[in-house]
């Protein structure tokens, strides 16, 4: 019986019940995975050293023949040892083996083996323990190194995959269409497979790679197009009136250019008949809210509702704040949900939404539940897009008939990536922060120099302004650590003693952590000793230190989302970095933050320090995990990726034509893996 690619690992020859349930753990549950679980590394067996230069204290390769085999030695019970005597012709190796008899009884006296693993003893006496072995035609060859689990080896893993491309070799079929290959230059599916596992030589592998990773980048892509294009359903909500002159008069300060630029955009998209699906990315600072509020003003003007979900509570009063202040001139009603309303303040609300007295929805996800429903929702604002998930947002909308869709976010991403992450989406990215907004100045100190910061900070305060001092855990589990509730012991003897402070950390509860942030807001509170969980949004203008504990511990992105806790006011600003750390990374970074102030700057120096998966971390959301290819120094063949699936869609949008059914598969694969359903 031919076997399949999507026949489970199973029905492999070798493959028993106990070894699928380790290929479990692994993520390979199929044949098909299994061609895929591509080596993370191969050893070179070009040049086997002599045993006389191998004692590096590293893994080495080593040809040898056995010309002495000593039997089973029980040491204890489940401990049995086997040696070999083998001689490269020059230098004799001892070379001990535990417990694997087979292995053991496979080598022949009088035959030459690679041997793999480190050298110990002296030159005299030089010995190896446990090393991989090798036929010796595996000289000049290169060997495929696995990710393992406990209770699989690399061996096992060779054999297997040897296996599956034995027998289902013949039957591959290639999900790149024939033309496509030609005009990518790309190699067939059986020549990738077997040169990715088994390379000829390190060309055949780069080639294979290549072809590998472009096919799992263009699936991606055309996954992500498919899904933008699935957003593109005709809407009842096309603004008519676009008239913005009233609204801008009223606002306190003149919009910069970016704020200018991304309300153009937003507004030509709201007067398509699809609707509007678009990330506005602004640095910390930029002034997105008020790109929300001038749409929320229109919104009203075409007789429609808008929805404005922010990711905390304060943040969300904050929005609701300044959408009444920048609203209330032109009899627009804001309304706040949070859950701090009681079910009759609730019910009211909720009933003024629907008859569609409340112009603008402003709230946490408490606005997803159900008993909100609106009159006629025009437009969907999700604020710090990172902290919710694709469903949320998709949810929201939902309570409308194809409503426009506006993301913002600070997080910034270097092009290419945004656009594969928000693949989705169209995106206009706000450049520059409000004039006379002054740079942060920002400077890094060891704690020899604390207390002179502190005494700054009391200046500060006493001059009538505010002040954060971040720590980054809250209980000193670990001794060398600045948690913040021994930190308030500490300041007791410095000159902040007088100050009105608090602690706000992630445990409290959120009601708690809410009435701190308000009090902090008010002005009750000069200083606030906090954990992260400043991190997200919040406007204090009066606030111009931020002083952070252990930047070490802190990424580049986590530490530039706290300095723009500052600088959001008249005065000038201050980011004091504490660290005794003298690691390289670890000064670099704090010259970055010292030297750049922009956010794109600070992202891209963050990638290139700590690699686009730590980069990304959790905020991945809605990217299927990617088995090959890596975001970062694939880059352009993520861009080539991306041409040929908008390339493809142009002739095929639905993937139907009989020649792209397997890459319409594969697409469907890859994003359910995610437990996202998505097309059609
Ligand atoms: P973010 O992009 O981080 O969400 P906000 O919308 O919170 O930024 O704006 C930050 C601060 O800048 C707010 O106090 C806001 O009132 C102010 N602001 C926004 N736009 C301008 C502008 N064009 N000129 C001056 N101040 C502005
Ligand atoms: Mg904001």
């Known amino acids: 019986m031919p076997l399949h690619q999507d026949d489970p690992v199973r029905l492999l020859t070798g493959v028993g019940p106990k070894r699928a349930a380790l290929y479990d753990k692994l993520g390979v549950h199929t044949i098909g995975d299994l061609l895929l679980y591509v080596p993370r590394g191969y050893l070179d067996f070009s040049s086997p050293l002599p045993i006389a230069q191998s004692h590096t204290g590293e893994n080495v390769v080593i040809r040898a023949k056995v010309y002495k085999k000593q039997g089973e030695q029980r040491i204890r019970k489940g401990l049995s040892i086997f040696r070999v005597y083998a001689t490269d012709e020059s230098t004799d190796l001892k070379i001990t083996i535990y417990n694997t008899k087979y292995l053991f009884e496979s080598l022949k006296e009088g035959t030459w083996y690679l041997f793999y693993g480190k050298v110990t003893g002296s030159l005299l006496h030089s010995e190896m323990s446990a090393p991989q072995v090798f036929p010796e035609q595996a000289a000049g060859a290169m060997i495929p190194v696995y990710s393992l689990t406990e209770g699989l080896s690399n061996r096992q893993v060779t054999e297997n995959v040897k296996e599956a491309l034995r027998v289902w070799g013949d039957c591959l079929s290639d999900a790149l269409p024939h033309r496509l290959r030609q005009d990518y230059g790309l190699c067939q599916l059986r020549f990738a497979l077997e040169n990715v596992h088994f390379p000829a030589d390190s060309h055949a592998l780069s080639v294979a790679r290549r072809r590998l990773i472009f096919e799992e980048l263009l699936v991606l892509q055309l996954g992500m197009a498919m899904l933008k294009n699935r957003n593109r359903a005709e809407t009842s909500v096309q603004l008519k009136r676009t008239e913005l002159a009233a609204f801008l008069s009223k606002l306190p300060f003149k919009l910069t250019n970016g704020q200018m630029q991304a309300i153009y955009d937003c507004i030509q998209d709201m007067q398509k ?7 506005v990315q602004g640095d910390v600072g930029s002034g997105k809210t008020m790109v929300a509020a001038a749409l929320c003003y229109l919104c009203k003007e075409n007789g429609l509702q808008a929805a404005v979900m922010a990711p905390t509570q304060i943040l969300a009063e904050q929005h609701y704040e300044t959408f009444s202040r920048q609203l209330s001139p032109f009899d627009i009603q804001c309304c706040l949900l949070n859950g701090a309303k009681n079910a009759k303040q609730r019910a009211a609300a909720a009933a003024s939404i629907q008859s569609g007295e409340c112009t603008v929805v402003i709230g946490t996800h408490a606005l997803l539940q159900e008993d909100i429903r609106f009159k006629k929702l025009g437009l969907v604002v999700t604020d710090e897009q990172h902290r919710f998930g694709v469903g949320q947002r998709a949810a929201l909308a939902a309570k409308g008939d194809h409503p426009h869709i506006l993301v913002m976010s600070a997080t910034p991403i270097p092009r290419t ?26 400077m890094a100190i060891g704690s020899d120099k604390r207390l002179r910061a502190l005494g700054f900070i009391k200046k500060q305060i006493d001059a009538g302004r505010q002040a954060y001092i971040v720590c980054p855990l809250i209980e ?46 008010d002005g009750e509170i000069s200083l606030l000793i906090a954990t992260t969980v400043v991190e997200v949004g919040v406007d204090v203008p009066n606030a111009t230190v931020m002083m952070i504990e252990n930047a070490e511990r802190f990424g580049l992105s986590q530490l530039h989302q706290l300095r723009g806790r500052v600088g959001r006011g008249v005065y000038d600003s201050y980011c004091i970095l504490v660290s005794d750390h003298k690691g390289e990374e670890n000064r670099r970074r704090l010259h970055t933050m010292v030297t750049m102030q922009n956010g794109f700057d600070v992202a891209q120096e963050d990638l290139k320090l700590r690699g686009p998966g730590d980069f990304f971390g959790k905020r991945q959301h809605g990217l299927p995990e990617l088995r090959i290819a890596d975001l970062l120094s694939d880059m352009k063949t993520l861009e080539t990726a991306r041409t040929a699936a908008n390339r493809l869609l142009s002739e095929d949008p639905q993937l139907a034509f009989p020649e792209h059914h397997a890459l319409e598969k594969k697409v469907r694969r890859l994003f359910l893996q995610n437990g996202q359903v998505v097309f059609n």
């Not at 928000?422 to 006379?436: N, T």
């Not at 600045?482 to 959120?510: D, F, N, W």
């Not at 708690?512 to 009090?519: F, I, N, S, V």
């Open 476 to 521: 000193e589990n670990e001794s060398e650590l600045v948690s913040a509730q021994a930190y308030v012991k500490k300041l007791e003897k410095t000159p902040l003693s007088q100050c009105s402070s608090a602690i706000l950390h992630g445990r409290m509860k959120a009601k708690e952590k809410e009435a701190l942030m308000r009090a902090f807001r």
């Open 273 to 279: 008949a699809v609707p509007m699906n678009r990330l």
């Open 417 to 442: 990536l945004a656009l594969l992450i928000y693949g989705d989406l169209d995106v206009s990215v706000i450049r520059e922060l409000p004039a006379g907004r002054k740079p942060v100045r920002t």
